[in-house]
């Protein structure tokens, strides 16, 4: 009879898949941060005076800031001028116009990352708008959304072709000095998405972008930014992946949310960075910053994360509650093996009458995973009639990774009602004997149950992306029947 | 069958059996008496192939392979099935979905075609009515908010959906009402066949009326200190075990 930990650690140590290199030329900024490095990506894409100026703003904030100290993650100090700020593949410089402009080279890669760009986009109905290191390679459906107003494309497109939009909504919800990387991501930024849904439109299909990160020591730094206007709806999908390394790469994206009255956003990532090896070498260090801002009265927004991979994950999806009877919501499964750390939760500022928030939390450790939930949820004084739900629980399997839950509660308002519920268990035994003396294999069994403590995180994303989740923490589909 | 030879288990350094011997032929059902504490789910347990009981001496031989050497769940593919005294409850599992990979991976292990949802719905709805559950049983997750009863019905269910040649049922009986052991009854009883053996662990005479057994034996401390025939359940349903104090652990303990 074999020992169920080793086998578990057979499972629990299966190599990350997406460690390839695509070979393409690139054009690339030296090594290093100033002020010169900020006014040459600037320049590099083109942009207004009103962007450089902000980006300039920015850079000159992030020198007076120091990385926060708080989390519970544990690194060697970044060395910020070892690292590339821009890299764009040099086939791409002149801008591809269509699918068949594209290096067939990024395609493939993107084909191994199992989105063959082309025919998911026909099947699924997804667009896609790809990013390739710093430049979006490619965006799919743009006519079909023109014809409902709305714009969905890279971020350099939106200065060049929408700078009044994006003049009027960036850095309103995330503002440049809100934290040390939000700052670094607001001085650098290289691209990103940029999705504007008109008044009343409901958008016809998901919106989806897959980031990459490629060429080595680039650190990435995107900036999203969602507009949904007024009794506007908008479903958008967030996919990452990243190749192996043996230096780690840090990751200090800044995404935005604004749902103006009535409008409903719903964000779904599935993050799959490099994790690093065994040992903890390697890997993605994901600072990022995501917030939403309920701006109208009635309006959501959802986040929905899986998040697997990462050497570090340091990300508090957030919604600011502003409108009367906005709802914010927060789905989370984090997973962290071997010597991953994670320190991930959310904020819920209820600022509007009767808002509601929900969040449910879903952590699993394996190997040495490390993490931690750190939630706050604060009820302003003006937020009469605010309610919050929040559950949290930790899955440990093996006995050498440690769960930690950090819920810190404001309340200002007596009538707000607030509740909490947190649980840590180890994956049983009796389950494990359960589920194989049923006949499944060990690996099944895991699958079945880690799969089951997900559920009520994972019938939030949208179909094919709840598939890939549960395929990437091993786990075989449910729902097949019935 | 099933040859059990001086069979010895611990739980940690704890002995708990202490030498049992048991044949078990195909088509046989054998009842499995004994006070609390004695051994009984140990066995069972044993059997299955828990990992936390540690088996010290002895053998078991089934259909000719040494099951001692097998991983649970090729025992299980083999067609050993526990039904379990305490059912596990599996949060978030669907207990469809449960039966199904089940049932497919144990298909699979005997080179048949896996079944389609299709197919599988139409069996699985079959064994539920004669099982009298509802369907929306088979949406709940595994065991979660059932029942004692309930749970009790679910495993039985589950071993008519695999139908397997060894069923080890422990205690399926207790804590069901007198409608639901009829029906659970029912569903062992529409079980038996001349292929497969079933060993019934219980307490109650009441679930011997229902399913006759061909043997009955006696486990008490960690041996089998006597079998009979079904005769031997009315005495101890009249006697209990105060005689056992009296009678030699060493005494009789075969029965084939
Ligand atoms: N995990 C364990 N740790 C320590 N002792 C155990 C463990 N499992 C079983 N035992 C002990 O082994 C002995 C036999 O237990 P077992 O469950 O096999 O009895 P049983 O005959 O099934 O009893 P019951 O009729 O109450 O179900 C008991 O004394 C029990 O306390
Ligand atoms: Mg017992």
Redesign the interface.
């Known amino acids: 009879?074999?020992?169920?930990s080793s086998t578990l650690e057979d499972i629990i140590s299966q190599e990350y898949q997406h460690g390839f290199e695509t070979a393409v030329e690139a054009d690339t900024l030296p090594r290093g941060l100033s002020e010169e490095t900020v006014r040459m990506i600037s320049a590099k894409k083109n942009e207004p005076e009103f962007l450089l100026e902000w980006r300039l703003a920015a850079y000159r904030r992030w020198l007076e800031m120091s990385p926060p100290q708080w989390a519970s993650v544990h690194h060697p100090p970044i060395d910020y001028q070892d690292i590339i700020y821009y890299s764009a593949p040099k086939s791409q410089k002149d801008g591809p116009k269509s699918l068949e402009e594209v290096d067939p080279e990024l395609l493939k890669t993107y084909e191994k990352l199992g989105i063959p760009l082309h025919e998911r986009a026909i099947l699924a109905g997804v667009a896609v708008d790809a990013v390739f290191d710093s430049v979006s390679v490619a965006t799919t459906f743009k006519d079909k959304l023109a014809e409902h107003g709305i714009i969905f494309c890279s971020f350099s497109e939106a200065v060049q072709h929408h700078p009044e939009l994006v003049r009027q909504y960036l850095g309103t919800v995330v503002p440049v000095q809100d934290n040390f990387y939000a700052a670094l991501n607001s001085a650098v930024f290289s691209d990103g998405s940029f999705v504007y849904i008109p008044p009343g439109v409901r958008c016809p299909m998901e919106l989806s972008t897959y980031f990459r990160i490629n060429a080595k020591n680039t650190g990435q730094f995107e900036r999203t930014l969602i507009i949904a206007d007024q009794g506007a709806y908008v479903s958008y999908l967030e996919g990452c992946t990243a190749p192996m390394r043996d230096e780690n790469q840090l990751h200090a994206a800044v995404v935005e949310l604004v749902a103006l009255e009535n409008a409903q956003i719903k964000y779904s990532t599935v993050q799959n960075w490099y994790p690093g090896d065994k040992e903890g070498r390697g890997g993605i260090y994901n600072f990022v910053t995501k917030r939403g801002d309920c701006r109208g009265a009635h309006s959501k927004i959802s986040w929905t994360q899986v998040e697997t991979g990462s050497a570090i994950t340091w990300k508090y999806p957030s919604v600011i509650l502003r409108g009367d009877h906005a709802v914010g919501e927060f789905y989370s499964v984090a997973l962290t093996n071997h010597r991953q750390q994670a320190d991930t939760g959310t904020k819920m500022i209820h600022m509007g009458k009767n808002t509601r928030s929900t969040i449910i939390s879903k952590g699993i450790s394996a190997g040495y995973g490390q993490q931690a939930y750190r939630g706050l949820v604060r009820i302003a004084r003006a937020a009469s009639g605010a309610r919050n739900y929040t559950q949290c629980d930790s899955l440990l399997l093996g006995d050498r990774c440690a769960a930690h839950t950090f819920p810190y509660i404001e309340v200002k308002n007596a009538s707000a009602k607030v509740e909490h519920e947190a649980s840590t268990s180890r994956i049983?035994?009796?389950?494990l004997?359960?589920?194989?003396?049923?006949?499944?294999?060990?690996e099944?069994a895991v699958s079945?149950?880690v799969?089951?403590?997900?559920?009520?995180v994972f019938k939030e994303l949208p179909m094919e992306f709840a598939v890939e989740a549960q395929k990437l923490l091993g786990v075989?589909l449910?729902?097949?029947?019935? | 069958m099933l040859i059990i030879k001086e069979l010895h288990a611990a739980v940690g350094d704890k002995p708990i059996l202490k030498g049992i011997n048991l044949t078990v032929r195909a088509g046989e059902v054998h009842a499995i008496m004994g006070p609390n504490g004695s051994g009984k789910s140990t066995l069972s347990n044993v059997l299955?192939?828990?990992?936390?009981m540690t088996v010290t001496a002895g053998s078991v031989q089934y259909l000719g392979q040494d099951l001692?050497a097998m991983?649970?769940?090729e025992?299980?593919?083999a067609g050993v099935?526990?039904a379990?005294q305490y059912?596990?409850e599996?949060?978030?599992?669907?207990n469809?979905?449960?039966l199904?990979?089940?049932?497919n991976?144990?298909r699979k292990?005997r080179g048949l075609p896996e079944l389609d949802?299709m197919e599988?719905?139409a069996l699985v709805k079959d064994k539920m009515k004669l099982m009298e559950m509802s369907e929306s049983m088979?949406?709940r997750?595994v065991n979660e908010g059932f029942s004692g009863g309930e749970k009790k019905r679910n495993e039985i269910l589950?071993m008519a959906v695999?139908e397997p040649t060894l069923s080890i049922l422990d205690e399926t009986d207790s804590g069901l009402d007198i409608d639901a052991l009829k029906i659970v009854a029912n569903g062992v009883n529409s079980l038996r066949h001349p292929e497969r053996a079933m060993i019934l662990v219980t307490h109650y005479q009441r679930l011997l009326e229902v399913i006759t057994p061909d043997f009955v034996h006696v486990l008490a401390g960690g041996r089998i200190v006597r079998s009979g025939g079904p005769e031997l359940a009315h005495e101890l349903e009249k006697q209990g075990y105060a005689w056992l104090g009296s009678e030699a652990p060493e005494g009789k303990s075969s029965a084939t």
């Open positions: 009879m074999s020992d169920t049983g035994e009796d389950q004997f359960f589920c194989r003396q049923r006949g499944l294999s060990m099944d079945m149950i799969n089951g403590f997900c559920k009520e075989s449910e729902g097949s029947v019935g | 299955a192939g828990r990992e936390n001692l991983e649970v769940e025992r299980a593919r099935f526990l379990f059912p596990v599996i949060p978030g599992v669907g469809v979905y449960l199904k990979a089940a049932l991976a144990q292990h949802a599988f719905l088979l949406y997750a589950q695999l």
